[in-house]
């Protein structure tokens, strides 16, 4: 991935994180939310476990989330993306270090919000995976990444697994 290409998938999801936020407050009792950057000195939370946010609840409790929203022409595809090796060839990606306690991914645009939303825990997902409940499909990125990655079907998700759910042209929770 080139560095313009990385510059602009930041902005994207910078610009994406009051629809997020919004999301969260509607699942959550929020006090405060914390972004781990990804400037000079990535966050160890990110680059071990990929933990992007900490949410403070209002009694003190923390939920650590991590996020991912693609544009609204990848909609289409209604499948979360589980990257197997990273852009740095043969690195570890988040199929090995996902620990986290809930995973937050959307189909958006900055100024029109998210079209489609999916909140769910990563564990009932991991689960599914060892158990080959739930089996993706090994793609390799064809744009502007050399990262591969595994593609689960949402139609293919317990209910049970998501916290909230807005597929595309809906609304509301599970």
């Known amino acids: 991935m080139g560095v313009q290409e990385w510059n602009d998938d930041l902005t994207f ?23 781990l950057t990804k400037e ?3 966050h160890i939370l990110d680059t071990k476990f990929h ?10 409790m923390i939920i650590t989330a991590q996020e991912k929203i693609r544009r609204n022409k990848y909609i289409g595809f209604q499948d979360f993306t589980l990257e197997y090796n990273s ?3 043969g690195k570890d990606g988040e199929f090995m270090k996902l620990c986290t306690d809930i995973y937050f991914y959307g189909y958006g645009d900055p100024k029109t919000g998210l079209k489609c939303t999916y909140v ?3 564990i009932d997902v991991k689960n599914a995976i060892i158990k ?12 502007h990444s050399t990262a591969s990655f595994y593609a689960y079907p949402f139609s293919r998700f317990k209910d049970e697994w998501f ?3 807005r597929p595309p042209d809906q609304t509301g929770k599970p």
């Open 13 to 35: 999801s910078i610009a994406m994180n009051p629809y997020i936020d919004a999301i969260y407050k509607e699942i959550y009792p929020i006090e405060h939310i914390t972004r």
């Open 51 to 60: 933990i992007d946010t900490i949410l403070k609840l209002k009694n003190g």
């Open 132 to 143: 080959e409940e739930l089996v993706g499909k090994l793609m390799q990125n064809q744009y």
């Open 120 to 122: 769910f825990k990563p």
């Open 40 to 42: 000079d000195h990535p």
């Open 87 to 89: 852009n740095s060839f």
């Open 163 to 165: 916290i909230y759910k």
